[in-house]
């Protein structure tokens, strides 16, 4: 009977073989147990990884949609309550009119009405949210409504000037 030999190097390389792996695994399962993600997702997912990133890439842009989305809802919100607001105003100085034409008030407060709803409307046209103006159509970086009563209001120069010129005469001449 032949004995064969067996080699210690082979054993010894084999044991040093799993000895590696084993430190590879550790290491790996750590890192999953530590960030409670898998290590290599397209080891884990094989075929799949192709879904994944596209789930992700749906996720973002999703969630792109949904920050919009509420940026648009703050905007129509704003929008909503100017608009109750000039409902107001407008309200009120319909009441000021009508009391006016009935004989109620003097001319010197109705003006004062006019004025303030003037002032009020301005006020609330020229509303913004996260710096854009509401009321300014595509130019929501532009002020839509100047003041008209301001010195030097081109609005109240160009005013004047087709008062004098259809009347003939200023509006404060008495």
């Given at each position: 009977?032949?004995?064969?030999?067996?080699?210690?190097?082979?054993?010894?390389?084999?044991?040093?073989?799993?000895?590696?792996?084993?430190?590879?695994?550790?290491?790996?399962?750590?890192?999953?147990?530590?960030?409670?993600?898998?290590?290599?997702?397209?080891?884990?997912?094989?075929?799949?990884?192709?879904?994944?990133?596209?789930?992700?890439?749906?996720?973002?842009?999703?969630?792109?949609?949904?920050?919009?989305?509420?940026?648009?809802?703050?905007?129509?919100?704003?929008?909503?309550?100017?608009?109750?607001?000039?409902?107001?105003?407008?309200?009120?100085?319909?009441?000021?009119?009508?009391?006016?034409?009935?004989?109620?008030?003097?001319?010197?407060?109705?003006?004062?009405?006019?004025?303030?709803?003037?002032?009020?409307?301005?006020?609330?046209?020229?509303?913004?949210?996260?710096?854009?103006?509401?009321?300014?159509?595509?130019?929501?970086?532009?002020?839509?409504?100047?003041?008209?009563?301001?010195?030097g209001s081109p609005a109240k120069a160009a005013f004047d000037a087709s008062?004098?010129?259809?009347?003939?005469?200023?509006?404060?001449?008495?």
């Amino acid at each position: 009977m032949k004995a064969t030999a067996v080699s210690s190097a082979a054993i010894s390389n084999a044991m040093r073989y799993q000895q590696m792996r084993m430190q590879s695994d550790l290491v790996k399962a750590t890192k999953e147990s530590t960030t409670g993600k898998v290590a290599d997702v397209g080891l884990a997912l094989g075929g799949r990884t192709t879904q994944a990133v596209t789930f992700q890439r749906d996720l973002d842009r999703l969630n792109g949609i949904i920050d919009s989305n509420a940026l648009v809802a703050a905007r129509l919100t704003s929008t909503q309550d100017a608009l109750g607001q000039l409902s107001d105003v407008a309200q009120n100085f319909l009441s000021a009119l009508t009391s006016a034409v009935s004989g109620d008030s003097s001319t010197s407060i109705t003006q004062q009405a006019g004025a303030s709803a003037l002032q009020q409307m301005t006020g609330i046209l020229n509303t913004s949210v996260n710096g854009e103006y509401l009321f300014a159509g595509t130019n929501t970086d532009v002020k839509p409504v100047d003041d008209f009563t301001a010195a030097g209001s081109p609005a109240k120069a160009a005013f004047d000037a087709s008062f004098v010129a259809y009347f003939g005469f200023t509006q404060s001449d008495p």
